[in-house]
């Protein structure tokens, strides 16, 4: 495995740190070219992942209120990345979103990767804005991620944020499993692969059915109400409407990575999820 240098010490970063032999993890602001040159030159890395940037506390509403540090993080940090590995001949993986898409796509399996987006949202601009212009760099793979489902409990992790709404919204969505995430990201490194890719697992998930297996597996006394889409603003849950799009995912295959069927890849996430909740349980009464 490629000796690589992980620049965004969150919760995606900390996740491909742990599962990644060899990674190396940096929480330097990518904004600063001098320390992220520093770094580079310290750690030597045969690539960079850069899974830094701002998604907003609680939620992307803070997006919306913090234009300025969310361009600076998500836009400006990755391309002072991808101008510093070029010049140094050193691959650049970006962790891109696929939340810069709304609604139905004109092909109708699902949107492909050289659509056009039509980002909404102050986030999914700054991530759409980014795309556009890494896309230009010879040297960078841009993998766009939708909606992480993990098996490990967090504040990131689409299990853990619908179990704890009151209210969810039923909506049919690609989404992606950590743990496919990261091997398909250790193959684009691995491969050096370049251009635009949908990491999404295959086929595609409502809400509706992500709860019920949360209720079947980890808490049969769960519930919550369900609500339309437009009642998410309506009701003053959200500042601005989520993407919700389906996504295909055929430049990964085209390099031979394959994605697990969402169906099989989210009950296994969902088992070890419960396990891990009751092995905390069984610690604290121990």
Known sequence: MAKVLIFGAGYLGNQFHERL???????????????????????????VLNTAGKTGRP??????????ETFRSNTIGALVLAEVCAHAGIHLTHLASGCI??????????????DFANPSATYSRSKYATDLALSLFPNVAIARLRMPIDSKPGQRNLITKLSHYPKVIDVENSVTVVDDLVDAIRQIIEKRATGIFHVVNEGTMKHR??????????????????????ELVGQGLA???????????????????????????????MVQYADYLNNEKNNLET
């Open 59 to 68: 939620n992307v509403d803070w997006c919306e209120d913090h234009p300025h």
């Open 209 to 230: 059915d992500l709860m019920a297996l949360y209720t079947e597996i980890v808490d049969p006394a769960h519930t919550c109400e369900w609500i339309e889409n437009d």
């Open 21 to 47: 032999l060899g990674s190396v993890l940096s929480s330097v602001d990518i904004v600063d070219r001098d320390a992220v040159l520093t770094e580079i030159e310290r750690v030597k890395p045969d690539a």
């Open 101 to 114: 898409f709304y609604g139905p796509s004109p092909d109708p399996v699902g949107w492909r990767e050289d």
């Open 239 to 269: 500042t601005r409407g989520r993407s919700n799009c389906i996504l295909q995912n055929t430049r990964l295959k085209e390099i031979g990575i394959e994605m697990r069927p969402i169906d099989v890849a989210l009950r296994d996430c």
